[in-house]
């Protein structure tokens, strides 16, 4: 893995998420490498030949910038877009936590992750009036789990993390996203996660944010996908809506879709 310590100019950034108004990124890469990942196009931006999932950026200075920044911000905050905020080598630099400890606590803060490391700083999270925490669950079946989020904490791991947010009182939501077509159970993640979380969240798979990377894997993974995969239409996603829409109602959860291949 390479590690590059970096100062940034800016840390809180303007973003088009949908329901978010800024993003904080402490890191630029990722130590979870996730075959699907979409933030792989930075591998452009920085003018080397390392492959995503093979370096991170640390950017040494963003607690003070944090600071400085949030001083005069209102609105949602979201960690992250182009890294995990709670990878490994959070554990020893501590970005994501002394940036929440700086931040303007009128701030509304989201963060997203895949790693129960998230657990450390509950504490921290005290800080804010308006937060919610989101731990990503694409699957439980570890086999398929290990071939498309290889360096992650496991799905287990990660529930167990949902169950402690949600017994300390934060708001918790399950980003079950990516949806792998024809490899996963949707209601198998639903039921699991449901008693812990106060909303569900789904995204398609972007096939064409990481296309190479999704097909090479199918190939050597799941090569009986292969056709399959390039046929997925709209109609498919369709389904996925309705389907979706019925776990909800089952399991007693508002569902938010953020599909991008459809809209209604
Ligand atoms: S955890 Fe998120 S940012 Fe990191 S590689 Fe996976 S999808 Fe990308």
Same mark, same amino acid.
């Given at each position: 893995?390479k590690i +590059?310590?970096?100062?940034? /100019?800016?840390?809180?950034? /303007?973003?088009?998420?949908?329901d978010a %108004?800024?993003v904080?990124n402490?890191?630029?890469? &990722?130590?979870h490498?996730c @075959?699907? &990942?979409y933030? +792989?196009?930075v591998c452009?931006?920085?003018n080397?030949?390392d !492959?995503?999932?093979?370096?991170v950026?640390?950017?040494v200075?963003?607690p ?7 001083k005069t911000k209102k609105g949602v905050?979201?960690f ?6 709670y990878?490994?080598i959070? @554990?020893?630099y501590r =970005?994501?936590r002394k940036i929440?400890?700086n931040l303007n606590?009128?701030?509304?803060v989201?963060?997203?992750? *895949?790693?129960d490391l998230v657990l +450390?700083? #509950? %504490?921290?999270f005290?800080?804010?009036?308006n ?8 699957t439980?079946?570890?086999k398929?789990? !290990? #071939?498309?989020e290889p360096k992650s ?5 990660r529930?167990?993390a949902l169950k402690?947010?949600k017994q300390e009182?934060f ?9 792998f077509?024809y490899l996963?159970?949707?209601e198998d993640?639903?039921?699991k ?12 798979l972007n096939?064409?944010?990481a !296309?190479?990377e999704i ?7 799941f ?6 995969? *390039?046929? =997925? %239409? ?5 389904e996925?809506?309705?389907e ?5 109602k089952k399991? !007693? ?8 291949h459809?809209?209604?």
């Amino acid at each position: 893995m390479k590690i +590059r310590e970096i100062k940034a /100019k800016r840390i809180i950034q /303007k973003t088009n998420i949908p329901d978010a %108004d800024w993003v904080i990124n402490p890191y630029v890469g &990722c130590e979870h490498a996730c @075959r699907y &990942c979409y933030a +792989r196009f930075v591998c452009r931006w920085r003018n080397t030949k390392d !492959k995503w999932g093979e370096f991170v950026d640390v950017k040494v200075n963003a607690p003070e910038l944090a600071a400085k920044e949030s001083k005069t911000k209102k609105g949602v905050v979201i960690f992250s877009t182009v890294c995990d905020p709670y990878q490994p080598i959070e @554990r020893k630099y501590r =970005l994501t936590r002394k940036i929440l400890q700086n931040l303007n606590p009128n701030m509304y803060v989201v963060i997203l992750t *895949k790693s129960d490391l998230v657990l +450390r700083d #509950i %504490d921290v999270f005290k800080r804010f009036k308006n937060i919610e925490i989101g731990l990503t669950i694409t699957t439980f079946d570890e086999k398929i789990r !290990k #071939i498309w989020e290889p360096k992650s904490p496991s799905s287990e791991r990660r529930l167990k993390a949902l169950k402690k947010l949600k017994q300390e009182g934060f708001s918790t939501y399950a980003f079950i996203a990516p949806i792998f077509p024809y490899l996963v159970n949707l209601e198998d993640v639903v039921k699991k996660v449901a008693p812990y979380v106060d909303v569900l969240m789904f995204e398609d798979l972007n096939i064409n944010a990481a !296309k190479q990377e999704i097909f090479s894997t199918l190939k050597e993974h799941f090569p009986q996908l292969v056709e399959k995969y *390039k046929k =997925l %239409d709209k109609k498919f996603w369709l389904e996925k809506i309705k389907e979706i829409k019925t776990l909800g109602k089952k399991y !007693k959860k508002p569902v938010e879709i953020y599909f991008k291949h459809v809209t209604w």
